[in-house]
């Protein structure tokens, strides 16, 4: 290369330098104080003379062999100076004479704003934070820039991931911070660890130079964008929720509308078989309801309000949050991506009602039954109590059975007893999972399964039973005593008038009562009632496919509304009447052991 050239290049260097810097004087200042370097002389030998060498305190530079710009001439970066040896304070290199676009975009992004905000910081006499320029990406020495192609560039796709978390990984930092730790587990970056560099890295979603935040619409990680930016690895999830309803309401610029990241995260994404993941089976229902449990958020978009709670107290509910994975999540009916209302009739629970009247109707029903029932058996039994305290003589009572109960009829009643006691247990796990009834099956490894066949089996014995009652009944002289003895006669509501009246007056003398009182009619004749209900109801939540075949889809729920509430309305039942009569009243306290020793008249004596 002749002078004359090279000086003819220098002033066309200099030229172009001073236009881009001009409009920029915070750029030039940083990059100024960023990658001062030394300009040379002639070409390149005479740039070696010193700068491989060090003579005359000239830094020693080495280009590498490797490097993009290895086969550059020194002053195709370094404008050329008049005098030899040159001084120091010579502008800096300019990357935009062969990279123009891409120096445009920089100049129009968000770490252009991060520039001059670390600019303002040393202004101030704050350390400047880190600044997202050519070589913060490309290098960081100057003459050893690698191709991105080059597994030692960093900005190689394995590298990016780290090369972006120089600076985004700092807390307080300039640009938003992203966990290490939490990205490093995601799915797109095991992949890329693993050999699959096909897999999404930043520069795949943020792009490469004209990077804009994301609340920006020009970002491809903008709510309005970001269907396509992730459509492009992930084509038929992108079709799929771009006909659903959750992207109908994106679209028109909702910005509640879950998207991508609403259900799957933005950096530290997992698989759906990952159990820590959003999107896995056992954490569906808990993202859904991250929106839809939200009263004002449904309410002012004109959605059901009801939707997490109804659900939660189903059986679908009660089990997945008990632990059980197999039940139907959200998901489940609703799809995954292709969501849909109920009104679409491509949608998947198309044509059936997301609730019935009649549910409502018998949830009200059984509170009302409930706070009559054992409200007027607590009153009862607190007037009983209370006459008896103050010297009431004990009723005098009828025998015609004798023992009272036999062996066989002590062992039924044990086996009710026991399944009982095990149905209430299992169940109300079930019905209320964060409760203490929960808190045994969750020290099992298999709590879940446990429970479920530990209710089925209690419930099997509990109706072989009533089928075996039935027949103990029907076929045996002794049963034929009991049924005569226990069925209801008018002379039963004689009776309850004459202790309620007595409880009220306090009588001058015990009234006399049959072998089986009105008392422990109800309570028999409620336990035959109870046990059917339940037994119809457990059945149909049992064999739920079958159900599902032949009736609509709330059958389900009101055979589990029927089955909760009868079910607290026989444990208060028990609690409340059973267990004053055999622990409480005055009469048998602390326990009657007719249970264990059968009664009779020589027992009672």
Known sequence: MTHDKLKTLRRHHAAATSNRLRGCPLLTTLVTLLFLTRFAHADDRSCTDCHSTGVESAPVVTVPAGSAHADLACADCHSARES????????????????????????????????????????????????????????????????GSSTESATHRTRIAATCLVCHAREGGVGPH???????????????????????????????????????????????????????CHPKPRAEYEASIHWQAAAKGVREAPVCTGCHGEHAIRSRRDDASATA????????????????????????????????????????RLGDLRVASCASCHEHHD???????????????????????????????????????????????????????????????????????????????????????????????????????????????????VHRIAAIVLMGLALGHGLYLLRSPRGRLQIRALWPRLQDLRDFRSVATGLLRRPPAPIHLPH??????????????????????????????????????????????????????????????????????????????????GGGRKKDE
């Not at 704050?126 to 050893?144: E, I, K, Q, R």
């Not at 059973?578 to 005055?586: A, E, K, Q, R």
């Open 516 to 597: 089986y009182t009105y008392a422990e009619k109800m309570e028999y004749f409620a336990v035959i009632w109870g046990t059917i209900v339940m037994a119809v109801t457990g059945l149909a939540l049992w064999a739920v496919d079958s159900v599902l075949a032949r009736f609509p889809f709330w059958v389900t729920d009101l055979m589990t509304t029927i089955h909760f509430w009868e079910a607290v309305l026989a444990c208060l039942a028990i609690l409340c009447w059973h267990g004053y009569w055999v622990v409480f009243d005055p009469e048998v306290y602390p326990l009657s052991m007719k249970w264990w020793t």
């Open 281 to 320: 089976k056992g954490n569906v229902t808990k993202t859904c309801s991250s929106c839809h449990a939200s009263e004002r958020m449904m309410s002012r978009l004109g959605i059901p309000t009801d939707r997490v709670a109804t659900f939660e107290d189903s059986f679908h509910g009660l089990s997945g």
């Open 84 to 147: 030899f040896p040159h001084d120091d304070g010579a502008p800096p290199v300019s990357c935009a004479d062969c990279h123009s676009e891409e120096d445009a975009a920089l100049r129009g992004s968000a770490h252009l704003s991060g520039l001059v905000a670390s600019l303002t910081r040393a202004q101030k006499g704050t350390p400047p934070l880190p600044a997202a320029l050519c070589l913060s990406c490309h290098g960081g020495a100057p003459h050893d820039v690698r191709r």
């Open 178 to 232: 992203v966990s290490p730790e939490r990205y490093l587990e995601g799915v797109h970056e095991k992949a890329v660890l693993s050999g699959k560099t096909e897999a999404a890295v930043c520069t795949d979603c943020h792009g490469s130079h004209a990077i804009d935040p994301g609340t920006s619409p020009a970002s491809p990680v903008h709510s309005s964008k970001l269907s396509a930016t992730c459509g492009r």
């Open 339 to 453: 969501i849909l209302p109920s009104t679409d009739p491509a949608s998947s629970i198309h044509g059936e009602r997301p609730s019935h009247w009649l549910i409502g109707f018998v949830r009200r029903m059984y509170r009302w039954l409930i706070a009559i029932v054992i409200g007027g058996m607590l009153l009862h039994n607190g007037l009983d109590l209370l006459a008896k305290a103050r010297g009431w003589p004990a009723g005098e009572r009828a025998v015609s059975l004798d023992p009272c109960f036999t062996v066989n009829e002590r062992i039924q009643h044990a086996l009710l007893a026991g399944s009982f006691i095990a149905l209430a247990a299992s169940g109300f796990a079930l019905a209320f999972p964060e409760s203490a009834f929960a808190w045994p099956w969750l020290q099992l490894e298999a709590g879940p399964e446990t429970r479920k066949w």
